[in-house]
């Protein structure tokens, strides 16, 4: 659901690149007064988990994929505001270093993704459970919901832009995003299951869990997710609004892949250890900057 430079346009930009400051801002002051802080390693590893993640594309219906948006997950392991933290850190490389995603619109793919898939995924997850629901319904429903309300934003800033009618867009969307939402809903119980029993059993493990199995899915399947255009690109594509321009810059390891190497499986898989290496080095460096910073009242 990272949605390209061209797809936008006009004021939609501004605005919600302001939103979205405003709602790290506000993610940045909660996670500070956190008495409930992740260490900074397994904050790094969860984000590079979820980004790795996110490059596998599964298949849904009629030649369309979806993928993990994370943002349930992140807040159920890391807690609401690093949550929102670690999927703008995600949305934030792949658009720098990937290409994935436009650097004019990361305004509206930070807030899509991060404030409302971690943010509003994670308070709807969290309140869901503190009402006496099972956690293990609780996160299906949370992370469902997740992806249907990036997929609503998502729709609306198109429509704001003038790309397309809402009429046309919130229902395809939705329609697409309702399948997807189920695989987003059964991947966030299995991960959250698997690294909470994983955490329980050792210390250790919250940390060398999620890291190794961010780099196992870099290097051996990425280069399998399926080739399929995602939600929003195939609507764009059955609306004739998939457009491409020139880039703003030329990303290093654009498309996922190493230039000298090409559109190969061990490109794919090069670009994706590194993207999860990258990750996971700003997650530390963001996780002690957060820490460091936090008053002493904080804990």
């Known amino acids: ?133 099972h956690r293990s319904l609780a996160l299906l429903l949370a992370g469902w919901t997740s992806i249907m309300l990036a997929a609503s934003a998502c729709s609306i800033e198109l429509a704001f832009s003038g790309t397309i009618t809402a009429g046309k867009v919130l229902p395809a969307m939705l329609g697409v995003h309702a399948l997807i939402g189920v695989g987003e809903a059964l991947i966030t119980l299995v991960l959250v299951t698997a690294l909470s029993s994983a955490r329980s059993t050792s210390g250790r493990m919250d940390v060398a869990v999620p890291l190794l199995g961010a780099l196992l899915i870099a290097a051996l399947l990425s280069p399998f997710a399926s080739s399929h255009p995602d939600g929003l690109e195939w609507v764009a594509q059955q609306y004739g609004f998939l457009k491409e321009g020139a880039p703003l810059f030329v990303a290093p390891l654009a498309d996922y892949a190493v230039p000298a190497l090409g559109d190969s499986s061990l490109s794919t898989a090069l670009a994706g250890l590194a993207g999860v290496m990258l990750v996971a080095a700003a997650g530390v460096l963001l996780a002690g900057l957060l820490r460091l910073t936090a008053p002493a009242s904080a804990g």
């Open 1 to 133: 659901m990272h949605i390209p430079n061209e797809m936008l346009n006009g004021s939609i930009c501004p605005l919600s690149a302001t939103v979205a400051v405003a709602g790290i801002a506000l993610a940045s002051r909660a996670a500070m007064r956190s008495p409930d802080k992740p260490g900074a390693l397994r904050f790094a590893a969860v984000s590079a988990l979820i980004f790795a993640a996110q490059m596998i594309n599964f298949p849904v219906q009629d030649g369309t994929s979806g993928h993990l948006l994370g943002g349930v997950l992140a807040a159920a392991l890391l807690g609401v505001p690093f949550g929102v933290l670690a999927l703008a850190l995600v949305v934030t490389v792949q658009s720098l270093v990937f290409a994935d995603g436009g650097l004019l619109v990361l305004g509206a793919n930070v807030f899509n993704m991060a404030l409302l898939g971690a943010g509003a995924g994670g308070l709807l997850n969290r309140y869901l459970a503190q009402r006496g629901m």
